[in-house]
């Protein structure tokens, strides 16, 4: 089996029944909903909802209370070589003294194994996923030293690169300009065209409809999940955000 191939007929995510508690102090309880391939998730909800330990349980980082998360039918540790995450942006130290390339060539080993080099081949693909996001004049600069709008689209190149299934992005869109936005939005159908599935922790209530296909609507509790039209409803968006908000969705 190729490293990209997927178990076949396998959800990419499937939780069940999940609890996740910090020093017993629960934040999400009993989460349960299934996300098909293919398919653009938006997972939306107010600060402190739950999201982020939402991808910390997904990946293994945290221990659930109760309940369990699955990626392709198996825990993440037996599934990581199909998964590929975009981590939030400030969440990673810059010091570390490396380039552009060399962030995205890190994608590549999973690819590679650890034992073999990257070689010209290598190179060139990580240069091709630095050129889509329009970064391939910065190839050689320090991470340390481009804007955070770079540093994010540096990440997404990296997580082209890598080829996964399944993609965990942690809010890609915040604090990035007009253009790098309209550069993710068209990276993420990208990825859709290829049949990959894509689940993003997003905060802007106003492009849900615009980005996603499905949205998975979160505070604490799973206020709702499944297709944009259906669930992304001024009901359901209250009930999340409690009160009335902006809202620009479909019902
Ligand atoms: N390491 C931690 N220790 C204790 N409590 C935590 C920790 N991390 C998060 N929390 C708490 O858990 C709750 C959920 O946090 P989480 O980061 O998952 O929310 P979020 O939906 O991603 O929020 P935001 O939109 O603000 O990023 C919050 O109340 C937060 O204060």
Redesign the pocket.
């Given at each position: 089996m190729k490293e990209t191939e997927a178990p076949p007929g396998a959800f990419p995510l499937e939780v069940r029944g999940l609890t996740a508690a910090?020093?017993e102090?629960p934040?999400l309880w009993d989460v349960s909903f299934t996300i098909p391939e293919g398919q653009l998730v938006g997972v939306v909800?107010?600060?402190?909802?739950?999201?982020?330990?939402?991808l910390k349980v997904v990946m293994g980082v945290m221990r659930p209370a109760a309940g369990r998360a699955l990626v392709f039918g198996r825990p993440f540790e037996k599934a990581r070589r199909w998964v590929g995450y975009v981590p939030q942006r400030g969440s990673v130290d810059w010091d570390f003294p490396t380039d552009a390339l060399d962030v995205v060539m890190m994608g590549l080993y999973g690819r590679l194994g650890w034992l073999r080099r990257p070689g010209r081949r290598e190179r060139e693909i990580a240069l091709q996923c630095l050129e889509k996001v329009g970064m391939s004049e910065f190839a050689r600069r320090q991470i340390s030293q481009l804007s955070g709008g770079q540093q994010q689209r540096v990440f997404l190149a990296r997580a082209l690169a890598q080829d996964a299934r399944l993609y965990l992005m942690d809010?890609p869109f915040a604090g990035v300009d007009y253009r790098t936005e309209r550069a993710i939005v068209a990276l993420l159908r990208e990825l859709k065209e290829r049949g990959r599935t894509v689940v993003c922790?997003h905060?802007d209530l106003s492009t849900v409809t615009e980005y996603f296909d499905r949205v998975v609507l979160?505070n604490g509790r799973l206020i709702a999940e499944g297709p944009v039209q259906e669930v992304f409803t001024r009901e359901n968006v209250e009930a999340a955000y409690g009160g009335s908000v902006a809202f620009a969705g479909g019902g």
């Open positions: 910090y020093r102090k934040v909800g107010p600060n402190g909802a739950g999201k982020t330990t939402l809010e922790v905060h979160l």
